[in-house]
């Protein structure tokens, strides 16, 4: 359980170079780590804001946002590697700018002690490369 005298924490995953939407529906599924890790202590927090973006490293390629789906997943027993959906992010679209990126957030209770997230896509571009960044802010 959570205690009010606990600070809030940022984290920022590890940002990958590349992902390869190798599916044939341009899905992928990837795991976030921080220093290489990707067990996090959850306990002292009571919920999570999660922020994901995805974009093409190449300028001259955008994200169809009407098909490309993305969601954050969990695994929550450190012993069992088993990814369950928590939520689907919805992408937030800037005016004049939709399709350079998708940019979502979600805001998730913590539900267990330690966790394990990944981001999953499907809906880009089939072999696309992309590329992600995400970050948590924990809230006690």
Request: no cysteine; aromatic share 12%.
């Given at each position: 359980m959570s205690s009010s005298n606990t600070p809030p924490r940022q984290v920022r995953f590890a940002s990958t170079p590349e992902i390869f939407a190798t599916g044939t529906n341009g899905s992928f599924l990837f795991p976030l780590q921080v220093d290489g890790r990707g067990i996090l202590d959850t306990r002292p927090y009571d919920e999570g804001r999660f922020v994901v973006s995805l974009w093409h490293p190449s300028a001259q390629r955008a994200i169809d946002l009407d098909r490309s789906y993305v969601e954050l997943r969990a695994c929550l027993d450190p012993d069992d590697e088993h990814w369950i959906k928590l939520a689907e992010i919805e992408p937030v679209v800037p005016p004049y700018s939709g399709g350079e990126s998708f940019d979502g957030w979600v805001v998730l209770p913590v539900m267990a002690e330690t966790s394990s997230f990944a981001v999953y896509g499907?809906?880009?571009?089939?072999?696309?490369?992309l590329q992600l960044r995400a970050s948590v802010y924990w809230v006690a």
């Open positions: 499907s809906g880009f571009e089939p072999r696309a490369r």
